[in-house]
């Protein structure tokens, strides 16, 4: 299914509809079925394929083909997921799915990440959604499932990768998910396809079964090394 839905990619608004109006409903509940029964991999495709279909989709399909139900409970699964890529297509579904007004509905624990939500702009989404989330999982407290980290930098080898250069995006963020068992970080994109907008981000996941090591050491008050092989 997801497959299917990403091949659609590209189409114009009113095929997008179409499709939205026949798979979106079966795409919902893969997205906020539980986790025995498919996997996180599955259901986090089937997440980004949703979101693909959603963006340019006329606003009366997206409107009529969710539930307020569907997106409170997109909304609990943005807290108990265990993995900050899925937040943030979570926060980019309910978003395409819902207008502001529509935002402030008692989803979160606090009027504090309330108005953290709602400060999230279209234009700066990855910026702002990165601040609301941070702000989110450390209230979590015992619950909480994805622990970012600023770092100064990161190596593949002798590798060295780039911070996006986006002047708003101050840290270096790393995210180390529980739920998804990986860590997790966004890097600007080594070599730029053909016809590709400049400063792309590029997501960098290091699943658990990838590591066979790791250590932490810490070289001073502020600073902590961790390498994992």
Request: hydrophobic letters at 40%; charged letters at 25%.
């Amino acid at each position: 299914m997801p497959g299917i839905c990403m091949s659609c990619y590209g189409y114009v608004a009113s095929a997008k509809g179409c499709v939205v109006e026949r798979f979106f409903r079966r795409l919902v509940d893969v997205i906020l079925a539980t986790k025995s029964a498919h996997t996180f991999a599955l259901r986090m495709e089937t997440l980004r394929a949703a979101n693909l279909l959603l963006e340019h989709c006329p606003q009366a399909v997206r409107v009529h083909h969710h539930t307020d139900d569907d997106t409170t409970r997109m909304a609990t699964l943005l807290k108990t997921c265990g993995d900050y890529e899925m937040q943030v297509a979570l926060a980019e579904a309910i978003f395409r799915l819902t207008q502001r007004s529509e935002r402030a509905t008692g989803w979160f624990d606090s009027p504090e990440l309330t108005r953290a939500f709602l400060r999230i702009r279209d234009a700066d989404f990855e910026i702002d959604c990165r601040l609301f989330l941070n702000s989110l999982n450390q209230s979590m407290g015992s619950r909480r499932g994805v622990f970012s980290f600023p770092c100064k930098s990161i190596f593949i080898g002798d590798f060295q990768l780039r911070k996006p250069r986006d002047s708003a995006y101050v840290d270096y963020w790393v995210d180390f998910n529980t739920g998804s068992k990986s860590v997790g970080f966004f890097c600007e994109q080594s070599v730029a396809e053909e016809g590709e907008e400049e400063d792309v981000w590029e997501t960098v996941v290091v699943k658990q079964h990838m590591v066979d090591n790791y250590s932490v050491r810490e070289e001073s008050v502020d600073d902590v090394f961790f390498c994992c092989c």
